[in-house]
């Protein structure tokens, strides 16, 4: 893998924050986006921009092909059995509030029991609090093993016959823990429920097949792996899909539409109300051919390295602590980190005086926050084109920053 | 690493303020404030002592970054013995100075102009102005 030859692929990081050269360190808030990404919406908008599946016109025939395009382009990313599986939506919110809405809906009732974890994102959390609420049904977590990780004993131990829902993130936003989703899923499966993954920082990373992790819904972003903002793909098993309702009305779902009735488009249509995001999906087909041609594998094993490279040098700080996982093995690419008497939001503002990008705050997971009894931290995360200077940047500004308080303390 | 610019926001006082914060505590039976930061988890709960259209007494306690813990402790400090009425003007030129807009600088501001510096950092703005927020609404829960 060539970083600088990616690296050129990237406008944007090709330029100075506060005089000084670019380190981006927050792509799990948002990945930057490569050339072709941005030319395949200029493309769109300059040559072919048109409503599709309505349009007679040639224009709306380009539209419909580069949009469905896109859809198997999805497909094959996450290798879904069929295109009726892959549902474009706003994002990875969108598409896990759909399920609780719809299947959720369907299927939960009170006295059943909703299984997430403690380290889970707000939008694996609220929809499902949400649910049960309205429902009666019990949200249960997952307890945390003291690295971050979980245990599949207590998996088991939480997970019962009473469980019909079972929504868990595939790779931590915070502790960059890679959870076992596979046998979660036949454990969940074992009880009768179904499995929901938050692929949201899994996706831009590493291999997702779909139907080897078995699981039943899942959810990703295109923003987070160098795709646009605004695009994001529900997967889902056909025969949940076809058995659920829609949560949007109108525009494109639906089929024949009466006085007092009416009735849906099949699937995957039937899910996506309104004008769909044409753009936004022929940019995530760009992306995922800008990933699929340097490779997902090539792209983790670089992650892991930088992971573990930043890891080895934060760790020699005096007063740093990293959260999550200690072997970097078992991590994806970002650290989460405070320093000793320096608050994240201090931190973040003199890392960024020094041209440094990275995320302070609780990182839309209060309950992780409150597990790990902090109020925010700080997150330094990777994707494919930062480089070992990166990070020795970051280290070196670390470094400064503690210098820099201790002296006006 | 130019940290000139930085040096306009940490000033010597604001980092006084933050590590030896004035009026930390609980007033009991005051009225009470809690209100905290969604977006990066800072809180502050404020309670103040209002008689007689007069804030005899302010004290806070929360948790966050040095710009909104040394806000809170200044922001209590300034209007403590004030009339509502002052407290609100100290409020009204406080928001003026974090919008770097021109603000009536005739009344004694004191430690509060150490802020002015945050006004250049638009992210940090929301920090310093908290536990103003919070005395706004404090002041118009008692006058309910």
Redesign the interface.
């Known amino acids: 893998m060539n970083v600088q030859e990616i690296r050129r692929q990237f406008p944007i990081l090709d330029q100075e924050v506060n005089g000084q050269p670019l380190v981006y360190l927050d792509s799990a808030a948002t990945s930057q986006k490569p050339l072709s990404v941005i030319q395949a919406l200029e493309a769109y908008y300059k040559g072919y921009n048109s409503n599709v599946h309505r349009g007679v016109h040639t224009l709306g025939t380009r539209a419909t092909d580069g949009y469905e395009g896109a859809r198997e382009k999805v497909r094959k990313f996450i290798n879904a059995a069929s295109l009726e599986e892959v549902i474009f939506m706003r994002g990875t919110t969108t598409a896990i509030n759909t399920v609780a809405q719809s299947y959720g809906q369907d299927n939960v009732k009170e006295g059943d029991e909703i299984v997430i974890t403690h380290m889970e994102h707000h939008s694996n959390i609220i929809p499902w609090q949400q649910l049960a609420k309205r429902t009666g049904a019990e949200l249960k977590y997952v307890p945390l093993q003291e690295d971050g990780t979980l245990s599949l004993d207590d998996v088991r131990e939480t997970i019962t016959k009473k469980t019909k829902i079972v929504s868990i993130m595939m790779v931590s936003n915070v502790l960059g823990t890679m959870n076992p989703i596979k046998e979660i899923t036949e454990i969940a499966h074992e009880n009768g429920a179904v499995m929901v993954v938050d692929g949201a920082q899994a996706a831009p990373h590493m291999k997702v097949d779909v139907q080897a992790l078995d699981c039943d819904f899942f959810a990703f972003s295109g923003h987070k792996m160098a795709g646009p903002t605004g695009i994001g793909v529900l997967y889902g098993k056909k025969k949940h899909l076809n058995a659920m309702e829609p949560v949007e009305f109108g525009g494109e779902m639906i089929d024949f539409v009466g006085l007092q009735d009416s009735t849906w488009k099949e699937l995957p249509w039937k899910f996506e109300g309104g004008t769909p995001i044409i753009a936004g999906a022929i940019g995530l087909g760009a992306a995922i051919d800008f990933l699929n041609e340097i490779g997902l594998d090539e792209i983790e094993k670089y992650e892991h390295h930088l992971a573990a490279y930043a890891m080895e040098k934060m760790s020699e700080i005096d007063g740093l602590t990293i959260y999550g996982p200690e072997d970097p093995s078992k991590r994806a690419g970002l650290v989460t980190f405070n320093l000793d008497d320096v608050h994240p939001h201090d931190l973040a503002t003199v890392l960024d005086a020094d041209g440094i990008a990275i995320r302070a705050g609780h990182h839309c997971a209060q309950p992780l926050m409150k597990w790990l009894n902090v109020s925010s931290t700080a997150r330094a995360s990777f994707y494919l084109y930062n480089t070992e200077e990166d990070i020795d940047r970051l280290v070196n500004g670390l470094v400064k920053t503690k210098e820099y308080f201790s002296d006006v303390f | ?3 000139n ?2 040096d306009q ?2 000033r ?1 006082v604001i ?1 006084d303020h933050y ?1 030896n914060p004035r009026n930390k505590g609980e007033i009991e039976d005051s009225v009470t404030i809690d209100m905290n930061n969604p ?5 502050i709960h404020l309670t103040l002592d209002v008689q007689d259209g007069i804030v005899k007494e302010a004290k806070f306690d929360g ?5 909104s813990m040394a806000s809170a402790s200044m922001m209590t400090q300034v209007i403590k013995g004030q009339p509502v009425e002052e407290a609100l003007k100290y409020s009204r030129i406080f928001s003026d100075m974090m919008l770097g807009k021109e603000y009536d600088d005739s009344v004694d501001l004191g430690d509060i102009e150490a802020l002015q510096g945050v006004a250049k ?1 638009p ?2 703005i929301k ?1 310093a102005t908290l536990s103003w927020k919070a005395m706004e609404k404090g002041i118009d829960q008692q006058s309910e």
Do not use: P
């Not at chain 2, 977006?39 to 809180?43: A, E, H, N, P, W």
């Not at chain 2, 948790?63 to 710009?67: F, K, L, N, V, Y």
């Open positions: 690493m130019s940290f610019n930085l926001l940490y010597q980092m590590k977006t990066c988890g800072d809180r948790e966050g970054c040095s710009i950092f992210a940090r920090c």
